[in-house]
């Protein structure tokens, strides 16, 4: 009975975390950029009291063991990157990335960094920006006479120029990784690559699978509402099962304490 209050305290601190991590999704239902987590259980270790195969006696095996389970606990907890809803805004500095690959990005620390959100400025010395000030990397500055920029689905960009001119002012890097799931998030729609993500492997948009350019664009936040109260449902179920597990094992325990 010890131990079915133990498994059960896992299980409610398992489920605590996927109630955490669902909130935290609703939270950002409206996140530019954003893209929604998972979580990953694993069952914890168990005691072999009659392992598979034992000699049960002279000549003769047992089919099957007995093995109690110690409860449970959260393997892992990352972000999905499936691509989330096109919103317009037909702003000329907002970019949504169609398909795979991140926006690289300089922060004002120096930090390299990703993200997916689009949502770009020009700052003072007309350097393309993040409202948080990370510059894009390479570097593209529209000229102070510029009317406005275009972007192609490749990532090159023209600048209108005073006289019915366009000029090339820079070309869009994307950046992939063998594993998005390993990028580590930093807030703000920042990701930064780990040893898990492996090293960054940039390329021009649409080609060798990377995504294309929308200008006038940003990518919506690919949060489900609907499978998230599912979920939401579903894991205050399971947390009520596991309090319930302990009120059961507490009343069997008081039942043999009170034997008289």
């Known amino acids: 009975m010890i131990r079915a209050l133990s498994s059960a305290s896992t299980g409610l601190e398992a489920q605590q975390a996927n109630i955490e991590r669902i909130s935290n999704d609703l939270a950002n239902v409206n996140t530019d950029g954003y893209k929604r987590g998972r979580i990953e259980f ?51 500095m907002d970019m949504m990335i169609e398909g ?8 004002p620390s120096g930090e390299i960094a990703y993200t997916r959100t689009g949502a770009f400025h020009r700052d003072p010395s007309g350097k ?26 490749n990532g090159e960009v023209k600048a209108a ?30 990701l930064t690559a780990t040893a898990a993500s492996g090293a960054p492997l940039q390329g021009v948009p649409g080609e060798n699978g990377m995504g294309t350019v929308l200008q006038g664009a ?31 094992a507490d009343q069997m325990m008081s039942a043999t304490a009170n034997i008289k």
């Open 42 to 92: 694993k069952d914890l270790m168990y005691e072999t009291i009659k392992a598979p195969g034992g000699q049960l006696g002279a000549g003769s095996t047992t089919p099957v063991g007995i093995q109690q389970g110690m409860g449970v606990r959260v393997g892992a907890n990352h972000k999905v990157f499936e691509q989330g809803p096109a919103r317009m805004t037909y702003h000329q």
């Open 100 to 107: 795979s690959g991140f926006f690289p990005i300089q922060m």
């Open 128 to 153: 393309i920006v993040l409202g948080n000030g990370a510059k894009l990397i390479p570097e593209i500055t529209v000229p102070p006479n510029a009317a406005g920029i275009s972007v192609a689905g």
């Open 161 to 190: 120029l005073p006289g019915g001119q366009e000029a090339v002012i820079g070309q869009i890097q994307l950046v992939t990784f063998l594993n998005e799931e390993g990028l580590s998030a930093a807030g703000e729609g920042i």
């Open 218 to 248: 940003l990518e919506g936040s690919n949060v489900n509402v609907a499978n998230s109260m599912v979920e939401l449902i579903q894991t205050q179920r399971a947390y009520e099962m596991n309090t319930k597990v302990m009120s059961v």
